[in-house]
């Protein structure tokens, strides 16, 4: 079953500047997890941020959690074309299953 | 490159074809998924082996058969499938010990039924 659910949709941007992207879910998590596609291909991990943390940062890549609103947000600062892509956050639950959102698709424009 | 291997990459089929995927890992890991991706909606998690027994079947239609001979290689056998059958297929692997586990991803089968 849909665990995260990834806000906006879509997001275009300009180079250079920061996309911000969010995930809600529903039921207790033991990590929660953002990975990128590119266009048709496998999705690649990204970053993983346990529950008890409260933000993580990895290169131009922040993530941020809020357990008690059951939320997540990826920012990446200062953008380039390379990270157009389809981004998803992944929720895994204590039974190791990890459930994926519909994902946000970002364009970065030149 | 994730150390995970999907054949074919492509792959067109009629209504009364009988096929199968492939997915290959050296990584060590023990878990294997298979995930379906449709265009605009989340992944849907398939199957699941965990050191080769299913523990997860997410009331996939019977004209899906997933295979796991062994904890490295993971096929998905299709037959008589459905136009709306036609999405990306893509495979996982992951460790599972511990608290975390990071799924890594083959490139995918991207699968046309006609």
């Known amino acids: 079953s849909q665990q995260g659910e990834e806000d906006p949709q879509a997001l275009s941007i300009q180079e250079g500047e920061n996309a911000t992207m969010n995930c809600s879910y529903k039921t207790s998590i033991n990590n929660l997890q953002w990975y990128r596609q590119n266009s048709g291909r496998g999705l690649v991990h990204l970053i993983l941020i346990r529950s008890n943390e409260r933000e993580k940062h990895s290169g131009r890549l922040r993530v941020t959690l809020d357990t008690s609103k059951k939320s997540s947000s990826l920012l990446i600062t200062a953008s380039r074309a390379a990270d157009t892509a389809s981004y998803f956050c992944a929720t895994q639950a204590p039974d190791y299953k990890l459930s994926f959102g519909a994902g946000t698709t970002v364009t970065v424009r030149a | 490159e994730t150390g995970v291997t999907q054949t074919p990459r492509h792959l067109v089929m009629g209504m009364t074809n009988k096929k199968s995927l492939k997915c290959e890992q050296h990584?060590?890991?023990?878990?294997m998924y298979w995930y379906k991706q449709s265009a605009k909606k989340p992944l849907e998690l398939m199957f699941v082996?965990?050191?080769?027994?299913?523990?997860e079947n997410n009331s996939v239609p019977s004209r899906f058969s997933p295979e796991c001979p062994n904890s490295s290689h993971l096929f998905l056998h299709l037959h008589t499938l459905q136009p709306e059958d036609s999405a990306l297929y893509l495979c996982?692997?992951?460790?599972?010990?511990?608290?975390?586990?990071?799924?890594?991803f083959g490139q995918g089968t991207r699968l046309t039924v006609v």
């Open positions: 990584l060590g890991h023990n878990a």
């Open positions: 996982a692997s992951s460790r599972l010990q511990g608290g975390d586990t990071e799924a890594f």
């Open positions: 082996y965990n050191f080769k027994e299913q523990t």
